[in-house]
Antibody, heavy 120, light 109 residues
């Protein structure tokens, strides 16, 4: 059974960089059938796609966040990571990692999510 | 890239049917048959309910169905049950990017 698990600091100071890692178990991150993505949800609000990465390192980013986002992959550890720079309180959200089917363009497996609060 | 438009809330009684709309543009919903729907219960991760407009993943009840006309996609839930009460989000591929709807809270009366 595929599982995705987010990890990283739950509290980040304004202007600093948010860093999260998603560990994939029960399947290979190097499969040609999948991309891997990050989605976030501010408290009480809707979902927002942040970006996606292929095992080769090819990335797609949300245009509204592109200047601050970097997504990377470590196939040896079966992990992919998110860095979001210059954070503000507006970046406070539950951050989810998810598997993205390349053909169907759909997020079919999600991690449980991790709350990141931006506050001094 | 603007969020897809969904009604903030819908409600229905057990056994009834409801439909949630999801309106986008010719750059997303209107251009691709790659609309998906997610169910989210409080404090939980979203769960895939419909993909490619009308396909159901294995294990999802056939009470859930999807359709699309032009720039608007729809999710219909028939035979409403108490456990269907949740937030529902649509999502569309938009050419190297993805856009979600603002979400609809379904209340089962």
């Amino acid at each position: 059974q595929l599982q995705l698990q987010e990890s990283g600091p739950g509290l980040v100071k304004p202007s600093e960089t948010l860093s999260l890692t998603c560990t994939v178990s029960g399947g290979s991150i190097s499969s040609s059938s999948y991309y891997w993505g990050w989605i976030r949800q501010p408290p009480g609000k809707g979902l927002e796609w942040i970006g996606s990465i292929y095992y080769s390192g090819s990335t797609y980013y949300n245009p509204s966040l592109k200047s601050r986002v970097t997504i990377s992959v470590d196939t040896s550890k079966n992990q992919f990571s998110l860095k979001l720079s210059s954070v503000t309180a507006a970046d406070t959200a539950v951050y989810y990692c998810a598997r993205l089917l390349t053909g169907d363009r759909v997020f079919d497996y999600w991690g449980q999510g991790t709350l990141v609060t931006v506050s001094s | 890239q603007s969020a897809l438009t969904q009604p903030a809330s819908v409600s229905g009684s057990p056994g009834q049917s409801i439909t949630i709309s999801c309106t986008g543009t010719s750059s997303d919903v209107g251009s691709y048959n790659l609309v998906s729907w997610y169910q989210q219960h409080p404090g939980k991760a979203p769960k895939l309910m419909i993909y490619e407009v009308s396909k159901r993943p294995s294990g999802v009840s056939n009470r859930f169905s999807g359709s699309k006309s032009g720039n608007t996609a729809s999710l219909t839930i028939s035979g409403l049950q108490a456990e269907d009460e949740a937030d529902y989000y649509c999502c569309s591929y938009a050419g190297s990017s993805w856009v979600f709807g603002g979400g609809t809270k379904l209340t089962v009366l």
